[in-house]
């Protein structure tokens, strides 16, 4: 059974940075494209970067140059480093794990940006 465990979120000032993790178990990710997603109250889920097996990534257009996901195969984790947070990067954050066979959600983690 898949299972993706976030964690990392919290209320942060603008400008500031977070990490978020997502602890996947269940499957064997390290073949298979990861990702982050986030959606914020009132819009629709979005994809925020994912990274494929061989590690090249895609990032929205609105986080490029301030986030960078990576991965850890051997932990079966990835990670999404977001620095220069603003306030419109508020939004619950999930970890997506999309093999073959269909999509996996994690539970998501809250990101607040605020003064």
């Known amino acids: 059974q898949v299972q993706l465990v976030e964690s990392g979120g919290g209320l942060v000032e603008p400008g500031g940075s977070l990490r978020l993790s997502c602890a996947a178990s269940?499957?064997?990710?390290?073949?298979?494209?990861m990702g982050w997603y986030r959606q914020a109250p009132g819009k629709q889920r979005e994809l925020v970067a994912y990274?494929?097996?061989?590690?090249?990534?895609i990032y929205a257009e609105s986080v490029k140059g301030r986030f960078t996901i990576s991965r850890d195969n051997a932990k079966n984790t990835v990670y999404l480093q977001m620095n220069s947070l603003k306030p419109e990067d508020t939004a619950v954050y999930y970890c997506?794990?999309?093999?073959?066979?269909?999509?996996?959600w994690g539970q998501g983690t809250q990101v607040t940006v605020s003064s």
């Open positions: 269940g499957s064997d990710f390290s073949i298979y494209r």
């Open positions: 990274i494929r097996s061989g590690g090249s990534t």
């Open positions: 997506n794990f999309a093999p073959n066979w269909g999509s996996y």
